[in-house]
């Protein structure tokens, strides 16, 4: 089964772990930062992956 994800989704910004979204990671030269809510620190590209695939379980 494959489901779509929203092209524009921040997946990118939003943190997996408390759902912050982070305006500032827009920079794609942003590769890691720390989330000013709850701390956790993320790598861009891991924090996206879990993101699109937290997005796609809970799609319907």
Known sequence: M???VDT???SGQICHC???KNEETK???VREWI???C???HDRDV???INILMQGI???
């Open 2 to 4: 494959i489901k779509k």
């Open 8 to 10: 524009f989704y921040a």
């Open 18 to 20: 408390c759902g912050y």
């Open 27 to 29: 920079d794609l030269k």
């Open 35 to 37: 989330c000013p809510k």
């Open 39 to 41: 701390y956790s620190k």
């Open 47 to 49: 924090n996206a992956s």
């Open 58 to 60: 809970l799609a319907n």
